[in-house]
């Protein structure tokens, strides 16, 4: 059964967004792991379920003292692109140990960044 109008511009969109979240993502990563971060992807990018509606979620390795600095990058790099920061001194061994079992970093969503050229 083809797809009707509406989820072919519903899965174009979800396209584009995925392509842009990937390109801002990557981009986020690089410049975390330049400045001395070690960051992850974690939630609906980690687990390929992105939709239309997604944000971007950041593991982020740092302690309380850098938070800030973490985070300015994440926002200098995703811009408008809504996302969550989730540094790693706010979570305990086993959510964080729950939280790497999904996440993933660069390679993995490298893919999806080179959709949007």
Same mark, same amino acid.
């Given at each position: 059964?083809?797809?009707?109008?509406?989820?072919?511009?519903?899965?174009?969109?979800?396209?584009?967004?995925?392509?842009?979240?990937?390109?801002?993502?990557?981009?986020?990563?690089? *410049?975390? =792991?330049?400045?001395?971060?070690?960051?992850? %992807?974690?939630? /609906?990018?980690? #687990? !390929?379920?992105?939709?239309?509606?997604?944000?971007?979620?950041?593991?982020?390795?740092? *302690?309380? =003292?850098?938070?800030?600095?973490?985070?300015? %990058?994440?926002? /200098?790099?995703? #811009? !408008?692109?809504?996302?969550?920061?989730?540094?790693?001194?706010?979570?305990?061994?086993?959510?964080?140990?729950?939280?790497?079992?999904?996440?993933?970093?660069?390679? /993995?969503?490298?893919?999806?960044?080179?959709?949007?050229?």
């Amino acid at each position: 059964m083809a797809a009707s109008r509406i989820e072919s511009l519903m899965k174009e969109r979800r396209d584009e967004r995925l392509a842009l979240a990937s390109t801002r993502a990557l981009a986020a990563l690089t *410049s975390l =792991e330049k400045a001395g971060f070690s960051a992850w %992807i974690v939630g /609906s990018l980690a #687990r !390929d379920t992105f939709s239309v509606h997604s944000d971007v979620d950041f593991l982020v390795d740092c *302690s309380p =003292e850098t938070e800030s600095i973490a985070f300015r %990058i994440l926002e /200098s790099e995703m #811009r !408008d692109f809504p996302f969550h920061f989730i540094p790693s001194s706010d979570l305990d061994e086993m959510k964080k140990a729950m939280m790497m079992k999904e996440a993933v970093g660069a390679s /993995s969503i490298r893919a999806y960044a080179y959709q949007a050229h």
